[in-house]
């Protein structure tokens, strides 16, 4: 069931938040990588401290730390709801115009700063499920930002409930919002001693009912290849170009099996992402996926003799090849903590609505904060098209996702 005679303030805040801008910047050295992710942040301590949450703190590196205290005696686990503040690099975050379209109807959705933009059932066939729903857009010229402000608002949203309602059972909730998830480095700086909680829950999925409780395993990979210089007018059996062997190397890897454009479901894949060179050094940059961690090495193997195959055609060339672990699949550890994701199935079924558990193709703050010693599975927002100027979220998505953190911190305390 959804949370009774409850004025919802989802909406409102996802259409102010989103017109922060907090795009993130991957080739920053800094933590966190713009300065303008703590712009939201400040405001969101603001926003927690008005509520009566005493703790709420922004810390250099641009994480918010709060707490929902407890409303029962009973010692429990702590849990924490985690979302990012910041925005993806792919597309324009700067000088966002929100538009709530009420009642959807099923028709496609024209964006007026940019009628080339169109939000279509065809494209995205999850909207003919959310006939009826309000619906939040951008205006066409950049994207919403709902990755991951949905997230952000729906925890504010179970912060203003739960501090309205204390005769509301559960334990102590931390809240925590990091910057840079949308370039790898969400979490490099958490201060989990300071976080102090057991087991937590992201907030920044898609469809209403998707509970995500793995992910792939990453590791990224650059492929270096060495070729030999000389003057071009006396080359003759004498230059090696770096270039053509990266070129030769390319053109070797498979384009209807492991790469992304041909891959689905539980299926991994090997993605060449950039490439840079000249006449003596040529690199590429992989990311490599798979759900299961094993795979890895066996994806890597394969990477490394397609390159031997090609500098093979270059006599005097040379190649290495430098791997780093990225994340790892969050399952190896909710494996051993079976109540984290079943706690959360029980708390959509309080609320109203059928656990669907889905395999993220990606990774998320979560994955990472597995690792680090809390099990943390990851629950829908409804954003969906993300990345993109089609990005759009349901009201009622973010809504249902209210609710059923309003319920999941009473199943926790065993209520």
Not at 213 to 228: I, L, Y
Not at 253 to 265: D, F, H, Q, V
Request: with cysteine; glycine share 8%.
């Amino acid at each position: 069931m959804a949370i009774n005679n409850y004025q919802h303030s989802t909406a409102e805040r996802l259409m102010r938040y989103v017109q922060i801008d907090t795009q993130s910047d991957a080739s920053s050295p800094t933590q966190p990588s713009t300065e303008k992710q703590k712009d939201l942040s400040r405001v969101l301590v603001e926003e927690l401290l008005a509520l009566g949450i005493k703790d709420a703190e922004l810390d250099e590196h641009g994480y918010v730390y709060a707490t929902i205290p407890a409303t029962i005696t009973d010692e429990l686990p702590t849990i924490c709801y985690c979302a990012h503040v910041d925005t993806a690099p792919d597309c324009s975050g700067k000088d966002v115009k929100p538009i709530l379209h009420r009642n959807y109807n099923g028709e496609d959705i024209v964006l007026p700063d940019d009628n080339s933009i169109v939000i279509s059932s065809n494209r995205h066939p999850y909207l003919k499920q959310r006939i009826g729903d309000d619906i939040i857009t951008a205006s066409g010229k950049t994207l919403l930002g709902a990755d991951d402000k949905a997230g952000v608002a729906i925890i504010m949203d179970v912060a203003q409930y739960l501090m309205a309602h204390p005769e509301v059972p559960h334990g102590k909730i931390r809240i925590l919002f990091t910057p840079d998830e949308e370039v790898g480095r969400g979490v490099n700086a958490v201060d989990m001693k300071r976080l102090a909680a057991d087991y937590g829950y992201t907030l920044d999925g898609g469809e209403r009912g998707h509970l995500e409780g793995e992910n792939f395993s990453a590791d990224a990979a650059v492929v270096t290849f060495n070729g030999v210089s000389a003057h071009p007018g006396y080359a003759k059996g004498k230059m090696v170009n770096a270039m053509k062997v990266a070129g030769l190397f390319l053109s070797k890897l498979p384009t209807k099996e492991w790469c992304p454009e041909s891959t689905s479901g539980m299926e991994g894949f090997v993605h060449p992402m950039a490439m840079e060179g000249e006449l003596e050094q040529a690199k590429v940059t992989f990311i490599i996926r798979d759900f299961d961690t094993a795979q890895l090495e066996v994806h890597e193997n394969k990477l490394r003799t397609i390159a031997e195959e090609a500098v093979a055609h270059f006599p005097g060339a040379t190649f290495d090849m430098e791997v780093k672990e990225q994340y790892r699949n969050m399952k190896e550890i909710l494996v051993h903590h079976p109540q984290v994701m079943a706690n959360a199935e029980e708390a959509y079924k309080r609320a109203g609505f059928a656990p669907e558990r889905i395999s993220i193709r990606g990774g998320t703050d979560g994955s990472r904060l597995s690792f680090m010693g809390m099990p943390c599975p990851n629950i829908f927002t409804g954003e969906m098209g993300i990345h993109s100027k089609q990005e759009y979220v349901s009201v009622q998505d973010m809504n249902a996702a209210v609710s059923i953190c309003v319920h999941l911190a009473q199943v926790w305390a065993g209520k």
